[in-house]
């Protein structure tokens, strides 16, 4: 069993008016199997948290440890988080022009698994990812989100989940700008990934549509860059008939 260690993490930004504290000393223990869901209002360093997991360099870790397995996340580069277990969803996946997807697929499981998969069963593991997730068979020809949908570059970044099994996948408010069926499309890829890798999820969401499909063991709410309360699923449920205006006026 693999698990990540968040160890009253402070994380910095630079502004045109200095730098300004985001997280303020987080806590969060995540094991293998387990999904724990992060919900709270805009601005309350949800994404920083993801961004810095993943090691964007735009954040700066001023306190406290990112563990997985013991060992320290924050003495990794980014290719070595990844390496190591580590997958982030994007919530504003980028555009790679030039790069077809068969190509950044294939490029990335090589440098994620230190060779490069044999070509027939790898084409085979790709055609039944995307048809589980109702992708066009030319999808793979077609640039790195290159002008794709909001729901086609969501289901790129679940693609890439079942395609690289990672231990730990951060999914940045993966159900930003879905639809009703890219929703449940989507959610039931990260449910397959899960079941057959048993890697550890940590789900960043404002909202509980998309826990009506991923159920979430553990709930958090985090507001001004710390975990304000914990719970289980029905944590989730008050939030939404509640909403989080009495954590903000505390």
Not at 103 to 132: C, H, Q, Y
Not at 177 to 204: C, H, M, P, T
């Amino acid at each position: 069993m693999a698990i990540l260690q968040i160890k009253n993490l402070h994380v910095s930004v630079e502004t045109e008016q200095g730098s300004k504290e985001i997280l303020k000393g987080v806590d969060l223990t995540i094991r293998s199997g387990e999904t724990h869901a992060i919900m709270g209002p805009n601005g309350s360093g949800k994404s920083t948290l993801a961004y810095t997991i993943a090691g964007h360099p735009k954040y700066t870790v001023t306190e406290g440890e990112i563990l997985l397995d013991g060992e320290n996340v924050l003495d990794m580069s980014v290719d070595e988080r990844a390496r190591a277990g580590l997958f982030l969803a994007m919530q504003y996946p980028v555009e790679i022009p030039g790069v077809s997807v068969s190509n950044f697929l294939r490029t990335a499981k090589t440098a994620i698994d230190g060779v490069a998969p044999a070509i027939r069963p790898w084409i085979g593991e790709v055609r039944d990812a995307m048809s589980n997730l109702k992708m066009d068979s030319d999808f793979t020809e077609r640039n790195v989100n290159e002008g794709f949908s909001g729901g086609e570059k969501k289901r790129h970044e679940i693609l890439q989940l079942e395609l690289l099994k990672p231990q730990f996948a951060v999914l940045d408010e993966t159900d930003s700008g879905l639809d009703v069926d890219a929703l449940r499309i989507v959610s039931e890829g990260v449910n397959r990934a899960k079941q057959a890798n048993g890697f550890g999820v940590l789900l960043i969401t404002h909202y509980t549509r998309i826990l009506n499909y991923i159920k979430p063991d553990f709930v958090h709410v985090f507001v001004a860059g710390k975990i304000a309360e914990e719970g289980g699923p029905e944590l989730a449920a008050r939030l939404e008939a509640e909403g989080y205006d009495r954590y903000v006026k505390a």
